[in-house]
């Protein structure tokens, strides 16, 4: 069974930047995808990056340029570097592991920009 625990969310000033982490445990495979969605007050769950085992990534436009993600996967380990934030970018921040057809979540961690 998979497990995701999330690590290093918090409270930081437009500008600030954060590093996400989601360790994960049990069985990875190699065709698997490890991603972070958030998802803010009021507002319906969205993609913000993923990456795939081999390290081709996605992003949401509204964090291109000022997010990336990585993965290890010896460690099993994905991250999200968080530059630049923005007031919008406060939300709970999950993590996501998508393989042979099932989806598993971890319980999130919240990020807040505010002066």
């Known amino acids: 069974q998979v497990q995701l625990v999330e690590s290093g969310g918090g409270l930081v000033q437009p500008g600030g930047s954060l590093r996400l982490s989601c360790a994960a445990s049990?069985?990875?495979?190699?065709?698997?995808?490890m991603g972070w969605y958030r998802q803010a007050p009021g507002k319906q769950r969205a993609l913000v990056a993923t990456?795939?085992?081999?390290?081709?990534?996605n992003y949401a436009d509204s964090v291109k340029g000022r997010f990336t993600i990585s993965r290890d996967n010896v460690k099993k380990t994905v991250y999200l570097q968080m530059n630049s934030l923005k007031l919008e970018d406060t939300a709970v921040y999950s993590c996501a592991l998508f393989q042979e057809g099932n989806d598993y979540w971890g319980q999130g961690t919240q990020v807040t920009v505010s002066s």
């Open positions: 990456a795939t085992y081999y390290g081709s990534t």
């Open positions: 049990g069985s990875i495979f190699s065709i698997s995808t």
